[in-house]
Nanobody, 123 residues
Framework: QLQLVESGGGLVQPGGSLRLSCAASGFTLDDYHIGWFRQAPGKEREGVSCIDSSDGSTYYADSVKGRFTISRDNAKNAVYLQMNSLKPEDTAVYYC????????????????WGHGTQVTVSS
């Protein structure tokens, strides 16, 4: 019963902010590397950010560095993605994923996936 559920997506104007949540059920999220990924229609799924389960190190795609922040709340068994200064090109379905091997922005390294939450950045 290993499940991840994303929430917090929605419609926001350019320059606005959203906070995405990834809640874990059936396992302790802190035992896993957690990644955020996104996929827009017609495009490949790309890594956005991830957090290492061992030391809490974080990693970001160049396209979001300085605008997005990943964080963990162990008490709530959840990981968050704070997205600021949003751009239209950030529009995509955002997924969280859990893995055990390495903290990476490569999708195939992750074992468990949520079903995604839509983020639309438009005026």
């Amino acid at each position: 019963q290993l499940q991840l559920v994303e929430s917090g997506g929605g419609l926001v104007q350019p320059g606005g902010s959203l906070r995405l949540s990834c809640a874990a059920s059936g396992f302790t999220l802190d035992d896993y590397h957690i990644g955020w990924f996104r996929q827009a229609p017609g495009k490949e799924r790309e890594g956005v950010s991830c957090i290492d389960s061992s030391d809490g190190s974080t990693y970001y795609a160049d396209s979001v560095k300085g605008r997005f922040t990943i964080s963990r709340d162990n008490a709530k068994n959840a990981v968050y993605l704070q997205m600021n200064s949003l751009k239209p090109e950030d529009t995509a379905v955002y997924y969280c994923a859990a893995g055990t091997d390495i903290a990476t922005l490569v999708p195939y390294e992750y074992d468990y996936w949520g079903h995604g939450t839509q983020v639309t950045v438009s005026s």
